[in-house]
Structures are given as C-alpha cells and as structure tokens.
C-alpha cells in the first residue's frame, strides 16, 4: 500500500513558475514508477509527465515539453513537478500517481495504481 500527498499548488500569473511535490509512503518508494496528471473542469484526467523508478526515463505530454521537469528523490520518497512559463490553460487539479513498475513509466491513468488527492494549480492571465 502506498499513500500519496501533493502540495505546492496555488494561483500564479501566466508567465510564472510552481513546483509540485509529491510525498509518498512506504519503503519501497525507490520500485515505483510515477506520474503527473492534470484535470479540468468538465475534461478528462490527462497524463502531463512520468519517471521510471531510477529516475533513467522520463516522458512528457507535448503540451508541456520544455517548460515542465519531473523529478524524483527516492531517499526522500518525493516526486517533483517543476512548472516554468505557465499558461491559463494548465490551470487544473493536478494528480500524482504510483505503480510498481521496472520497466518504462507508464503514461495512460488506468496504469497506475496508486493516487493522491490532488493539488489546484490556477494560472490568470
């Protein structure tokens, strides 16, 4: 069982930068591949970044390559998602999610079995 919490969200302006942490329980952090998904009102959930467990491979939605980094810190049992130069649209609940995994990080929801209960992010213009 792994038991997950994001914190750092808030309102920032178009332009700015968040960063997103991820705490996670348990001692076997370090075999968990982890995502980042994102929801909007009235949209679907939808994946934005993912790690493998040694942090080797990383994968991003087109719509935020170049301006966001997933990260992790297995001695601190955390994942990051640094958000530079923010638009209104990545405005959302955003989810972290864990699997246990070995191989490459998944990318789809239904493959993670693992969530935590979201953190706003709102971005004005």
């Known amino acids: 069982q792994v038991q997950l919490v994001e914190s750092g969200g808030g309102l920032v302006q178009a332009g700015g930068s968040l960063r997103l942490s991820c705490a996670a329980s348990?001692?076997?952090?370090?075999?968990?591949?982890m995502g980042w998904f994102r929801q909007a009102p009235g949209k679907e959930r939808e994946f934005v970044a993912s790690?493998?467990?040694?942090?080797?491979?990383?994968f991003y939605a087109d719509s935020v390559k170049g301006r966001f980094t997933i990260s992790r810190d297995n001695a601190k049992n955390t994942v990051f998602l640094q958000m530079n130069s923010l638009k209104p649209e990545d405005t959302a609940v955003y989810y972290c999610?864990?699997?246990?995994?070995?191989?490459?990080?998944?990318?789809?929801?239904?493959?993670?079995?693992?969530w935590g209960q979201g953190t706003q992010v709102t971005v004005s213009s």
């Open positions: 999610a864990a699997h246990q995994v070995w191989g490459l990080p998944p990318q789809r929801p239904n493959e993670y079995r693992y």
């Open positions: 348990g001692r076997t952090f370090s075999s968990y591949a």
């Open positions: 790690i493998s467990w040694g942090a080797g491979t990383t």
